[in-house]
């Protein structure tokens, strides 16, 4: 039987993925306050955005976590990341501290993982 091993590398691939979820969850929830927040960041219409974020969001999931095409994957994760914080940007001006609503949290993520995918 082939022994099971979990690296640094596969945890953090795996923690980038699992991230995900409660994000989707809070998307899927809110879907019109979603939609409004992506048409204050001037993405409209807002509806076909979201739609498109979570297709990217669920394919960026469970390719990290279950290391399907994780390069793919973490191609998925950045692209929607990038694109949050461009929107954060957007709705709350250039401040980088996450008090001031800064876009630091998605590139951190984002840079998460493509370190997890190299």
């Known amino acids: 039987m082939p022994e099971f091993t979990l ?17 989707l969850v809070g998307k899927i929830r809110n879907f019109e306050k979603a939609t409004k927040t992506f048409e204050a960041a001037g993405l409209k219409p807002g509806k076909p955005f979201i739609v498109l974020t979570i297709v990217l969001e669920v394919l960026a ?3 990290m976590v279950f290391n399907i095409h994780p390069r793919w994957a973490a191609a998925c994760a950045v692209a929607v990341l990038l694109g949050a914080a461009y929107a954060v940007v957007r709705i709350n001006g250039p401040h980088w501290r996450w008090q001031l ?17 190299l």
Do not use: K
Not at 101 to 117: K, T
């Open 61 to 63: 999931a469970v390719g």
């Open 101 to 117: 609503m800064g876009p630091e949290y998605p590139i951190f993520w984002a840079l998460a993982c493509i370190v997890s995918a």
């Open 7 to 23: 690296t640094p590398i596969d945890l953090l691939r795996i923690l980038c993925g699992l991230w995900f979820l409660p994000h």
